[in-house]
Every structure is written in C-alpha cells, then in structure tokens.
C-alpha cells in the first residue's frame, strides 16, 4: 500500500516496541520496511506513542490527515486498503 500511494501524499511511521535496538533494526530489514520513518525509544510497551495511542496489540494502525486528526485506527487488510481507497480515490 505504501508503493501505491505514497506519491499521493501517504506515508507510514513505525514505531517500535522492541527493548533490543539490534532486533528493532534487524526488523526493518527482514520485514521490508521501506518507507522513511520508523522510530523506537526501546522502552516496548511503555513506549510513549503506544499509551498515547492506546495500542493494544501490534501491528496497530492509525490513519491520520494532512492536518493531524485521526481519521480511524486499527484497520488492517481489506479495511484499510478501502479506507485509502477512500480518501485517496484510487
């Protein structure tokens, strides 16, 4: 999804709640993560963005606009390839 959209304006940041930097960074490789921002303070759950968010479990979405307000979370799969549909008309 991020190849698709991603000259349309869409982005991804991941946050990590990995303890280990090594496993963090080893992830990123393994798992393709290819877009620019991926972030980590070690601290796993505690993790301030994860309370902000209220993340309960992973990977955990949040769709956000152009001016920062949440448009939805937690959407995976179909539901989010939709949603981007959605806001994205294609």
Do not use: C
Not at 10 to 23: G, Q, R
Request: glycine fraction near 4%; charged fraction near 25%; hydrophobic fraction near 40%.
């Amino acid at each position: 999804l991020y190849e698709k959209y991603k000259d349309a304006g869409f982005t991804i940041m991941s946050v990590s709640l990995d303890k280990e930097k090594a496993n963090w960074l080893a992830a990123i490789q393994k798992d393709n993560l290819i877009w620019p921002y991926h972030v980590s303070d070690l601290k796993q759950w505690s993790n301030e963005v994860a309370r902000l968010y209220q993340v309960s479990s992973i990977p955990f979405t949040v769709l956000v606009d152009k001016n920062g307000n949440i448009i939805d979370t937690k959407l995976r799969g179909v539901e989010l390839e939709q949603a981007l549909k959605t806001i994205f008309g294609f």
